[in-house]
């Protein structure tokens, strides 16, 4: 079955960096599209960044410029680095594929000093 797993998540001071981790199991991971979603309570999930299958990204307007999203199609693996991290970073970070159950657990990124 489809399982994805962050990891990665953490408290960070603002200006800091954090590199999440997503390792996808049970799909052909380099034939899918995969997202990197993240939420804060009482607020609606919100697109972070994306990768197709061929390498084309695509991101946020709010974190242009700081996040880097790639993948490592012999791991399995979707990461998104992240550099000059800001309080407004602070979510839980979700790890998306076009495939049931579409989402990881999340792992938290908190930004504070």
């Known amino acids: 079955q489809v399982q994805l797993v962050e990891s990665g998540g953490g408290l960070v001071q603002p200006g800091g960096s954090l590199r999440l981790s997503c390792a996808a199991s049970?799909?052909?991971?380099?034939?899918?599209?995969m997202r990197w979603y993240r939420q804060v309570p009482g607020k609606e999930r919100e697109l972070v960044a994306g990768?197709?299958?061929?390498?084309?990204?695509n991101y946020a307007d709010s974190v242009k410029g700081r996040f880097t999203i790639s993948r490592d199609n012999a791991k399995n693996t979707v990461y998104l680095q992240m550099n000059s991290l800001n309080t407004e970073d602070t979510a839980v970070y979700y790890c998306?594929?076009?495939?049931?159950?579409?989402w990881g657990q999340g792992t938290q990124v908190t930004v504070s000093s």
């Open positions: 049970g799909f052909t991971f380099s034939t899918f599209d």
């Open positions: 998306w594929a076009p495939l049931r159950p579409y």
């Open positions: 990768i197709t299958s061929a390498g084309t990204t």
